[in-house]
């Protein structure tokens, strides 16, 4: 089992940064694609940014691009989601996920929210205008 918690979220100005972290628990979370996933109220949860097991893979939804980079330190078992930049349309509960079914393909990181196994509590982020 493993158990993710998010941290890093608050509130802070337009064109402002903000770090998200997301910790893991468990020795297998260096074989997990790692992703980020945000949601406001009535809309569906939206995959941000993703990055695979070893990191050498990584996407990002086009509404972030050039502003977010998604990292991961396998030795600290954490995911990193640096925002620089921010919008007010950034504003959503940020969650973490893991898919723990990609340890044999180490450059494959999933879209689909519902191929992720693990998912941490949710960390807010407010982006005032």
């Known amino acids: 089992q493993v158990q993710l918690v998010e941290s890093g979220g608050g509130l802070v100005q337009a064109g402002g940064s903000l770090r998200l972290s997301c910790a893991a628990s468990g020795r297998t979370f260096s074989s997990y694609a790692m992703a980020w996933f945000r949601q406001t109220p009535g809309k569906e949860r939206e995959l941000v940014a993703a990055?695979?097991?070893?990191?050498?893979?990584?996407y990002y939804a086009d509404s972030v691009q050039g502003r977010f980079t998604i990292s991961r330190g396998n030795v600290k078992n954490t995911v990193y989601l640096q925002m620089n930049s921010l919008k007010p349309e950034d504003t959503a509960v940020y969650f973490c996920a893991a898919d723990r079914d990609t340890s044999s393909t180490p450059t494959y990181y999933s879209r689909n929210q519902y191929e992720y196994d693990y998912w941490g509590q949710g960390t807010q982020v407010t982006v005032s205008s």
């Open positions: 990055i695979s097991w070893s990191g050498g893979s990584r």
